[in-house]
């Protein structure tokens, strides 16, 4: 078995194919905006055994460790050893770099079995977040609500508006875990529909909510409405289910036959407007920690 960085975009298609043939058993979420981001890149490990792909790794902006492997692969054990390795040199040299000691985390279905003992075979621990997914039928009409007087909604005006997108999304989430160049990720994503990419303006013309809106799958059938968030000066105004229920109702009528969101356990507020929404869980992932 050999290993390899990043080397050229057709080591990114040959992931994709990768990914592609895995479906729907990927665990890996956003890959095409990932790749955009030059920290992300640097990560990137690919693992071949006779000039074929049997997996790879990359560590995101947030230490989180994403992978796939080729379940059939006859060293598999071994593959997945050099995979958590890989992780946690890319953590010590970032921890390294910026003089703090964060862990190398990694998630996965709860019903994947499989992989929660390989993480906690190598010694990473369980978390008590959890990510939840929420899903929405759309074979229903959808219940619109409506906006306090002088909101109004309009999709993002291009990259011009990304700083302040930017400083919306902080603001809304009360952290840094957004930056120009992840945001420009986004909108540069192969996916990425800027018509669906939602702001709520206050009357003094200040952003004051966002949900961004497209599709999961090739086929537009499965659509999402996150991530969402409304800045603190306008928050419990009805803001957010405005936004969603109108991004609910262009992702129905562009044919999706249904729409999913994602959000933390421990964001209660997103939960209950997901479930006055008509979102239903369906699913959630398990967080696991290993320190570096």
Same mark, same amino acid.
């Given at each position: 078995? =050999?290993? !390899?960085?990043?080397?050229?975009?057709?080591?990114?298609?040959?992931?994709?194919?990768? *990914? +592609?043939?895995?479906? $729907?058993?990927?665990?890996?979420?956003?890959?095409?905006?990932?790749?955009?981001?030059?920290?992300?890149?640097?990560?990137?490990?690919?693992?071949?055994?006779?000039?074929?792909?049997?997996?790879?790794?990359?560590?995101?902006?947030?230490?989180?460790?994403?992978?796939?492997?080729?379940?059939?692969?006859?060293?598999?054990?071994?593959?997945?050893?050099?995979?958590?390795?890989?992780?946690?040199?890319?953590?010590?040299?970032?921890?390294?770099?910026?003089?703090?000691?964060?862990?190398?985390?990694?998630?996965?279905?709860?019903?994947?079995?499989?992989?929660?003992?390989?993480?906690?075979?190598?010694?990473?621990? =369980?978390? !008590?977040?959890?990510?939840?997914?929420?899903?929405?039928?759309?074979?229903?009409?959808? *219940? +619109?609500?409506?906006? $306090?007087?002088?909101?109004?909604?309009?999709?993002?005006?291009?990259?011009?508006?990304?700083?302040?997108?930017?400083?919306?999304?902080?603001?809304?989430?009360?952290?840094?875990?957004?930056?120009?160049?992840?945001?420009?990720?986004?909108?540069?994503?192969?996916?990425?529909?800027?018509?669906?990419?939602?702001?709520?303006?206050?009357?003094?013309?200040?952003?004051?909510?966002?949900?961004?809106?497209?599709?999961?799958?090739?086929?537009?059938?499965?659509?999402?409405?996150?991530?969402?968030?409304?800045?603190?000066?306008?928050?419990?105004?009805?803001?957010?289910?405005?936004?969603?229920?109108?991004?609910?109702?262009?992702?129905?009528?562009?044919?999706?036959?249904?729409?999913?969101?994602?959000?933390?356990?421990?964001?209660?507020?997103?939960?209950?407007?997901?479930?006055?929404?008509?979102?239903?869980?369906?699913?959630?992932?398990?967080?696991?920690?290993?320190?570096?």
């Amino acid at each position: 078995m =050999q290993s !390899s960085m990043l080397r050229s975009e057709n080591d990114i298609q040959a992931i994709r194919e990768f *990914i +592609t043939r895995l479906a $729907p058993h990927s665990t890996l979420a956003d890959f095409d905006e990932q790749m955009l981001l030059p920290t992300v890149r640097a990560t990137v490990r690919i693992f071949t055994d006779e000039h074929k792909m049997v997996g790879f790794a990359y560590v995101d902006d947030y230490d989180n460790l994403w992978f796939e492997t080729d379940a059939n692969y006859p060293f598999l054990r071994e593959l997945e050893r050099q995979i958590v390795e890989w992780g946690i040199a890319c953590i010590k040299k970032r921890n390294q770099e910026t003089g703090v000691a964060n862990t190398l985390d990694c998630s996965c279905r709860t019903e994947d079995t499989r992989r929660i003992h390989l993480l906690e075979r190598h010694g990473f621990g =369980q978390q !008590s977040t959890r990510t939840r997914r929420y899903s929405h039928p759309l074979d229903l009409p959808i *219940i +619109t609500y409506p906006l $306090p007087d002088g909101f109004s909604i309009r999709c993002v005006q291009g990259d011009d508006e990304v700083q302040s997108l930017v400083c919306l999304h902080q603001a809304a989430f009360g952290t840094d875990n957004m930056t120009v160049e992840q945001r420009l990720a986004m909108t540069h994503a192969p996916h990425y529909l800027p018509e669906m990419d939602l702001v709520v303006v206050a009357p003094n013309s200040e952003l004051a909510a966002f949900c961004v809106c497209g599709f999961d799958d090739p086929d537009k059938k499965v659509g999402y409405t996150d991530p969402i968030g409304t800045h603190p000066h306008f928050q419990r105004m009805g803001l957010a289910s405005a936004i969603v229920s109108t991004g609910l109702q262009m992702l129905q009528n562009a044919g999706a036959v249904r729409a999913e969101l994602g959000t933390s356990s421990e964001n209660v507020a997103m939960q209950k407007l997901a479930e006055k929404l008509g979102f239903v869980c369906i699913s959630e992932k398990l967080w696991f920690a290993k320190v570096v």
